[in-house]
């Protein structure tokens, strides 16, 4: 895997952690917090919110449409390479946290091709994990993680297809037109 960065270091337990430049996690994290935060906003304020597929859609221009569609799309899509070091960098910090000797390369695999969320999400699990976790010896599992945000990913992923959708009925009116 790509560590995008990742540097390696002995902590004070003597596993290996993982140092990411501070400007790549910020990026990320503001990036995804700001996409996040107005796509929520706009969706709140928006008639599609309550609308069903039997239903005319609402007045809605499809720019809009569109551009909610790309929004909630970067919300739902899987971790770039650099993004993924980021992941790896929070279950390092996780690890220290519990003082889990664990292997950097070996857990970069592992998670690389079996956590299933968004980036958001998987702060989100690891920070919920950071509080409730009771089995200190161990890491969580890839699935453990996916198990957390799961429900939320299915959501926008709902979202996305009901914006597609509407997108599509409203190009399909305009066409008959």
């Given at each position: 895997m790509d560590t995008g960065g990742l540097q390696t270091k002995k902590n004070t337990t003597g596993t290996e952690l993982g140092k990411l430049g501070s400007e790549t996690n910020a990026l990320n994290q503001t990036t995804?917090?700001?996409?996040?935060?107005?796509f929520w906003k706009e969706w709140e304020s928006c008639n599609l919110k309550h609308w069903t597929p039997?239903?005319?859609v609402p007045d809605i221009t499809v720019a809009k449409l569109e551009g909610m569609k790309e929004r909630i799309g970067n919300l739902i899509k899987q971790p770039s390479s650099k993004e993924k070091a980021v992941l790896v960098y929070q279950l390092v910090e996780f690890a220290d946290l519990f003082g889990i000797k664990c292997d950097i390369k070996k857990l970069a695999r592992e998670y690389d091709t079996s956590v299933e969320l968004p980036l958001d999400l998987f702060y989100e699990a690891v920070m919920t994990l950071k509080k409730t976790w009771k089995y200190g010896f161990r890491m969580p599992t890839p699935g453990e993680i996916n198990d957390i945000g799961k429900a939320k990913l299915a959501h926008r992923i709902k979202i996305y297809t009901m914006i597609n959708l509407a997108i599509q009925r409203k190009n399909e009116k305009r066409s008959r037109k």
């Open positions: 995804i917090t700001s996409q996040r935060d107005r039997l239903e005319s």
